[in-house]
């Protein structure tokens, strides 16, 4: 279907990678990504050490999701509280705050590939079905209003239908913008008002679908709205499936507000997901789900900041020159411009939602650094991330050692079963955080103890 785009380019991510390499010119002074971090763990966080490729076996160990016990939240720090903001939601994955206030909750999920939803003989398959991934999608966006302020909302309203795996949104002037998984459509938008009825008008078509979850598109606006950044998943694991399948793939696109323009922004990105600006230098950062299969520890997902032009290895390296030997003497011109990542959040940690804390109702440590919402892992032999993790910052880059903030998920140490699974994050208007769990059915609310 033709888009109204005027200009979509037809160069695929992949295959502009060399060249954005080669032409990369540093950023101005406004939007300069800050040095590399002072961080130095050496262990899961920061920057990690890495083990060889396959030190330990590739494991399959899905959780199985059972659901939150009447009663029960999440588990944040001392001098916090945790509270259900809404249930009874059909897989909650990524949430948007209107100006007025207004939450909305896009709700999608993985389509199953057997008719009726029946489990595959596939154990991928199987396992992701168990974990709460794959099943009907929903294909709307809930409004939440809590009018009064008292952390409850008290209307619901369905507010878009009719979608199609739908993740991203965001709002420019009275134009509001949804990515679904093939496309990018805008609505005309009243604040206030609780439906959109009016047909959306499609602007940019996009590749749909992807390597287990790589269906989901993000969507940011740069500060000032001249232009629309959209985060488009790989088509694969390490690119087994052809490189001609991840056109326009595993990178951040740049468009204007009408869908013209295309470029690619930075590529070279498996899966970036969560999109937010820094608060202090301005500049873009992402969060990343890494490769799978060669092991326990490898590849670490990461927060980084974004460089224009940027090239970031997949699927070629990771972690800077670290070749990934499935692709070995593929592209060593790529693997030798490949840009390290400024901050590793754990391998198969599935690390989605970004948040960087612009608010002040939380304590002065918190203020200005980042949350990064981790979905779990399946592809480690214990479980690994299923929790919210806090990145200290400071002058604009990390800043410390990351430490857990909202934990709880899984049921016990040893265990696969978990309540939920935390995923999107968004700070409200009050300096509160809500925390979206897709496999759990609710978006949880953490709030700073007065």
């Known amino acids: 279907m033709k888009t109204e785009s005027s200009s979509v380019t037809r160069t695929a991510c992949l295959l502009t990678f060399a060249f954005v390499a080669s032409a990369y010119a540093p950023p101005s002074a406004a939007s300069k990504a800050p040095e590399r971090p002072a961080v130095r763990s050496g262990g899961e966080y920061g920057t990690p050490k890495l083990p060889p490729p396959n030190a330990t076996p590739s494991a399959i160990h899905f959780s199985k999701v059972i659901g939150w016990p009447e009663g029960k939240t999440p588990v944040a720090p001392p001098g916090f509280k945790v509270t259900l903001y809404?249930?009874?939601?059909?897989?909650?994955r990524w949430l948007y705050v209107l100006p007025n206030g207004d939450v909305l909750a896009a709700e999608s999920r993985t389509e199953p590939k057997q008719k009726?939803?029946?489990?595959?003989?596939?154990?991928?398959?199987?396992?992701m079905i168990e974990s709460g991934v794959v099943g009907k999608s929903a294909n709307r966006i809930t409004l939440l209003r809590d009018a009064n302020h008292d952390g409850i909302p008290e209307l619901r309203s369905a507010f878009l239908t009719g979608l199609n795996q739908q993740m991203g949104m965001a709002l420019r002037g009275d134009t509001f913008y949804v990515a679904n998984t093939d496309s990018v459509v805008?609505?005309?938008?009243?604040?206030?008002?609780?439906?959109?009825?009016?047909?959306?008008?499609?602007?940019?078509?996009l590749p749909a679908g992807g390597y287990n979850n790589h269906w989901n598109r993000n969507l940011l606006f740069k500060p000032d709205g001249s232009k629309l950044l959209i985060a488009v998943g790989s088509d694969s694991n390490v690119g087994e499936h052809g490189m001609d399948n991840e056109h326009?793939?595993?990178?951040?696109l740049e468009v204007n507000p009408d869908g013209s323009g295309e470029r690619v922004y930075a590529s070279g990105l498996r899966n970036p997901q969560g999109l937010d600006f820094e608060p202090v230098t301005g500049v873009l950062w992402t969060a990343v789900n890494e490769r799978d299969e060669l092991g326990d520890e490898l590849v670490p997902d990461f927060i980084t900041s974004v460089r224009e032009g940027g090239f970031y290895g997949w699927p070629y390296s990771y972690f800077g020159q670290h070749e990934d030997p499935r692709r070995k003497g593929e592209r060593p011109d790529l693997v030798a411009k490949a840009i390290v990542p400024d901050y590793a959040v754990g391998a198969h940690t599935a690390s989605l939602g970004l948040a960087f804390y612009k608010g002040t109702a939380f304590p002065e440590t918190y203020r200005g650094g980042a949350f990064v919402g981790q979905h779990g892992s399946w592809n480690r032999s214990t479980l690994a991330g299923y929790k919210v993790l806090f990145v200290p910052f400071k002058g604009g880059k990390p800043n410390g050692p990351a430490q857990d903030f909202l934990t709880g998920f899984i049921v016990g140490e040893g265990k696969r079963e978990v309540y939920g699974r935390p995923v999107g994050l968004a700070v409200l208007p009050d300096g509160s955080l809500l925390v979206a769990d897709d496999a759990g059915g609710k978006i949880w609310r953490v709030s700073a103890v007065r």
């Open 86 to 92: 809404a249930d009874r939601l059909d897989y909650p």
């Open 116 to 127: 009726g939803g029946e489990p595959g003989q596939n154990e991928i398959e199987r396992g």
């Open 186 to 205: 805008v609505f005309p938008y009243r604040t206030g008002e609780t439906q959109i009825t009016a047909k959306g008008r499609k602007i940019l078509d």
């Open 248 to 252: 326009r793939r595993a990178c951040i």
